[in-house]
């Protein structure tokens, strides 16, 4: 009997059952590693790994590490926990730029404590990852240093905003695989690099990484427009009653129809050019239908299934298996969960 684990279908209990049992190894040394400082540090520092999540990150590296000969090593299961500490990490600074109150369904750091802890706890995070990379060796440590380095240019990148004569998809899109993209890369290398894959092989699993993470982006970006809020878990809207033009939003605003105009009117301040957060329930439904029949919709449907063709020619190129099958259930999935 197939199983299914985070949007996986896994071709047999066996295999889901060697994957929850890497996964539980990663909590554990997640857990072990965190609590291991400095007794002011530990509470903060274990906040978020405690509230749970998906564990994507950790999840496509072991996934990864199944096309090298030693799926097993233990390197594996430190790889994958480096990967989740610098996601960690990256949340709790996130919260404090955000100021947002609630993470994974608790409060979060910067609210429970002060910024300050937050920030602190970040970089204890990747402190942490940094000492168990080390572990690795100088090339794993290169590789988590790059990802440093394209995680802070997306963040800044998307602070600063597009500059003039920039296309505001072609900076959206590069946010995007700064953000969320480069880490996932990461963590399919580091998975198979740790399991003696082939360079080719490592090459081909960090480019999947690439086009998944920023795939899955999108597939959220449509999702907060043409979800009803029973289907998505979350509230449609979101994105734009923070003023956040994703995807959709920018295919829709570059057309030169009435429905381009009104959105123009709705979403952009006339004053400053920029994008107007919307705070009257009226304007966010109107805002939503007009989205919903949007030619920016059917471009933002068609980047998404151009990203899934992308990333099955990668797959195309990996050996058969159930890490193969899994994969490729996973871009069906980030393709197919927005309807």
Do not use: C
């Not at 988590?144 to 072609?170: H, K, N, S």
């Amino acid at each position: 009997m197939k199983s299914t684990f985070a949007g996986l279908n896994l071709v047999s209990d066996e295999f889901s059952t060697s994957l929850s049992d890497s996964l539980a190894q990663v909590e554990d040394l997640l857990l072990r590693e965190l609590s291991s400082g400095d007794e002011v540090l530990t509470e903060a520092a274990t906040h978020l790994a405690k509230a749970g999540g998906k564990r994507f990150r950790p999840m496509f590296a072991i996934l990864a590490s199944k096309f090298g000969p030693n799926p097993d090593a233990p390197e594996v299961i430190t790889s994958a926990t480096v990967v989740e500490m610098i996601h960690l990490a990256t949340l709790y600074h996130d919260d404090v730029m955000d100021e947002a109150p609630m993470r994974r369904g608790a409060q979060s750091a910067n609210s429970r404590w002060t910024n300050s802890i937050a920030i602190l706890s970040g970089d204890f995070l990747f402190a942490r990852a940094s000492r168990l990379v080390s572990t690795l060796g100088p090339e794993s440590v290169l590789i988590i240093a790059d990802t440093f380095a394209e995680l802070v240019t997306g963040q800044m990148r998307e602070t600063v905003g597009a500059r003039p004569g920039v296309d505001p998809v072609d900076h959206y899109l590069k946010v995007v695989w700064e953000k969320t993209g480069s880490l996932i890369a990461a963590a399919g290398k580091f998975g198979a690099r740790a399991s003696g894959a082939t360079p080719d092989d490592v090459a081909r699993l960090s480019k999947l990484g690439d086009i998944i993470g920023t795939a899955f982006q999108v597939s959220d970006d449509i999702i907060d427009i043409s979800s009803a809020t029973d289907d998505s878990g979350k509230t449609p809207g979101t994105d734009l009653r923070e003023g956040v033009h994703t995807l959709p939003v920018l295919y829709a605003l570059a057309g030169d129809d009435a429905t381009s105009a009104r959105l123009t009117e709705l979403l952009i301040d006339p004053a400053t050019g920029a994008a107007r957060p919307l705070s009257d329930d009226g304007e966010v439904a109107q805002a939503l239908e007009l989205l919903n029949n949007s030619t920016g919709m059917v471009q933002a449907r068609d980047r998404l299934h151009a990203f899934a063709d992308e990333a099955n020619d990668v797959l195309a190129q990996l050996a058969p298996g159930p890490a193969h099958d899994a994969f490729a259930s996973l871009v069906s999935y980030t393709t197919e969960r927005h309807g």
